[in-house]
């Protein structure tokens, strides 16, 4: 599978963004998908997760209320839809594919298998 993620860029504070992440495959419906970000200097972070059909989302306490992630099963594609930026939330996002058929929780690294480039969310004050 290949991910690729785009829509990042520079925004101020307060202000909204929307990342998206387009897989290649017939099965991308099956899965788990999720973002993650990293902020230099700092481990990567869980920021939000979707189930297969798109209808449970799980976030980190840091976004719940500002983010919101959503799945396309017809066009294959995860969106982050971020509101109320805070320069805190300046990082590189990644998405990511989940394990298939696992017990995890989805909130860690080490549950998803396949992840994309990242792309750079900048939030200036």
């Not at 290649?24 to 999720?34: E, I, L, P, Q, R």
């Not at 594609?77 to 929780?105: F, I, Q, W």
Request: hydrophobic content about 30%.
């Amino acid at each position: 599978v290949q991910l690729q993620a785009s829509g990042g860029g520079l925004v101020q504070a307060g202000g909204s963004l929307r990342l998206s992440c387009a897989a290649s495959g017939s099965t991308f419906k099956t899965y788990v998908m999720g973002w993650f970000r990293q902020a230099p200097g700092k481990e990567r972070e869980f920021v939000a997760s979707i189930n297969w059909n798109g209808n449970s989302a799980n976030y980190a306490d840091s976004v719940k209320g500002r983010y919101t992630i959503s799945k396309d099963n017809t066009n294959n594609t995860v969106n982050l839809h971020m509101n109320s930026l805070k320069p805190e939330d300046t990082a590189v996002y990644y998405c990511a594919r989940g394990r298939l058929y696992y017990s995890g929780t989805y909130s860690k690294s080490n549950d998803y298998d396949a992840w994309g480039q990242g792309t750079l969310v900048t939030v200036s004050s």
